[in-house]
């Protein structure tokens, strides 16, 4: 169910953006949120569909307090693109999914006060990923909502995005339902381009090595043609 929270009677009101706050505590969590986010913006590029990362959602009109910096979340059937901040009122959706990259640290915050708003709020998925193992053995735990409550995710499937998720070291692996391919992270995605270029570049040698040696072959008949009329035998042009 949705919050609903009153709305303030100011006209003006700020909504920042920033709050100077770093975006992740360890360079494992840094990395595990860029490759979360660059992973869904690529798989969900010609959706009407939205990746925003560590960027303030704002939940209640005239309330700039109220806001939280999700680390990674999904908005299915809004405009594609960035944006400063996220506002529901003015966008009409709630996140649908929501990836929370947790530690020690941050564990009392990220198990009780974010995951009771985004209950709260009806965000269908909320997941929690440990990438250093400090406090969810398993490294990830998720939620999905049923009714108003969330409940346990035990399958390791993401229903909103139809992908199922995998732990690979200090990041999450991602995996098509329809066809069990693996979403490339851009470590992957370059090396694989790279290995495309190489296979167009061979490719394209070994068809100009095949010219080369038919233009040879012709040339080695021409100079047989000519040496057999040296001789004063007319070769036979004719199909065999």
Same mark, same amino acid.
């Given at each position: ?193 790279? =290995? !495309?270029?190489?296979?167009?570049? %061979? +490719? $394209?040698? *070994? #068809? @100009? =090595? !095949?010219?080369?040696?038919?233009? %040879? +072959? $012709?040339? *080695? #008949? @021409? =100079? ?17």
């Amino acid at each position: 169910m949705t919050a609903i929270l009153p709305v303030a009677n100011q006209t003006e009101i700020f909504y920042p953006s920033a709050d100077g706050e770093p975006v992740a505590e360890t360079f494992d969590h840094l990395y595990a949120l860029l490759t979360t986010l660059e992973v869904l913006k690529q798989y969900l590029a010609n959706r009407q569909a939205t990746v925003l990362a560590d960027q303030f959602l704002y939940y209640s009109q005239g309330f700039p307090k109220l806001r939280v910096a999700p680390d990674v979340m999904v908005i299915f059937d809004v405009a594609p693109g960035g944006r400063d901040n996220y506002k529901l009122w003015e966008e009409g959706q709630v996140p649908r999914v929501i990836f929370e990259m947790t530690s020690a640290g941050t564990q009392d915050k990220d198990q009780v006060f974010k995951k009771t708003l985004y209950e709260q709020l009806g965000v269908k998925e909320y997941w929690l990923f440990d990438p250093k193992g400090e406090w969810i053995e398993e490294k990830l735990r998720g939620y999905r909502l049923r009714g108003e409550i969330y409940e346990s995710i035990t399958d390791s499937r993401s229903e909103p995005l139809q992908l199922r998720l995998q732990i690979e070291g200090r990041i999450i692996g991602f995996y098509r339902e329809d066809n069990g391919e693996k979403l490339l992270i851009p470590d992957e995605l370059a090396a694989a381009l790279q =290995q !495309e270029v190489v296979a167009r570049q %061979q +490719a $394209e040698e *070994q #068809v @100009e =090595q !095949e010219r080369q040696r038919a233009e %040879q +072959a $012709e040339a *080695q #008949v @021409e =100079q047989l043609k000519a040496k057999l009329r040296e001789l004063g035998v007319e070769p036979n042009t004719k199909d065999n």
